[in-house]
């Protein structure tokens, strides 16, 4: 019973993770981030993973991260990344959907710039982003 169980659940998640990642996306909104976080409203997610928060500017090329939350596989509301280093008003954030795959540990953010542990994830081959401004 449980074998047909979980083998039930593995199918459901071979099925429902494409159309999962193309729905993926992160909403939010240009904020003040004086209480040293970062929020994200909405963020879908095709797997279990991180929403991470790249500084950015008008180039919008990924740059080092300040800061990431952990994600559930779907819907995630309310996600706030506390921030690692001191992000100035007016600075540009870039807030991207990442995986919890590559990695030596499971639930351990391993992610470094250009690093393929807990890589962004690439549905149609584009990053899930959004860019907001500190305020
Ligand atoms: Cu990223």
């Known amino acids: 019973m449980t074998?047909?169980?979980?083998?039930?659940?593995?199918?459901?998640?071979?099925?429902?993770?494409?159309?999962?990642?193309?729905?993926?996306?992160?909403?939010?909104?240009?904020?003040?981030?004086?209480?040293?976080?970062?929020?994200a409203e909405?963020?879908?997610?095709?797997?279990?993973?991180w929403l991470v928060?790249?500084?950015?500017?008008?180039?919008?090329?990924?740059?080092p991260v300040v800061a990431h939350a952990p994600l559930r596989m779907g819907e995630n509301r309310d996600v706030a990344a506390i921030l690692t280093e001191a992000v100035a008003p007016g600075e540009m954030l870039m807030l991207m959907v990442h995986s919890e795959e590559g990695g030596m540990k499971t639930g351990v953010f391993e992610y470094t710039l250009g690093a393929k542990?807990?890589?962004?994830?690439?549905?149609d081959?584009?990053?899930v982003m959004t860019v907001v401004s500190a305020q």
């Not at 909405?42 to 993973?49: I, R, T």
């Not at 928060?53 to 740059?63: C, I, L, S």
């Not at 542990?117 to 549905?123: A, F, H, L, S």
């Open 42 to 49: 909405k963020v879908l997610a095709p797997a279990n993973g």
């Open 3 to 39: 074998r047909i169980l979980a083998s039930a659940a593995a199918l459901a998640a071979l099925f429902a993770a494409p159309a999962l990642a193309d729905a993926a996306m992160v909403e939010a909104s240009d904020q003040s981030v004086a209480n040293g976080v970062v929020s």
């Open 125 to 127: 081959g584009k990053l």
């Open 117 to 123: 542990e807990d890589g962004p994830i690439k549905p």
């Open 53 to 63: 928060v790249h500084r950015t500017d008008a180039a919008m090329k990924p740059g």
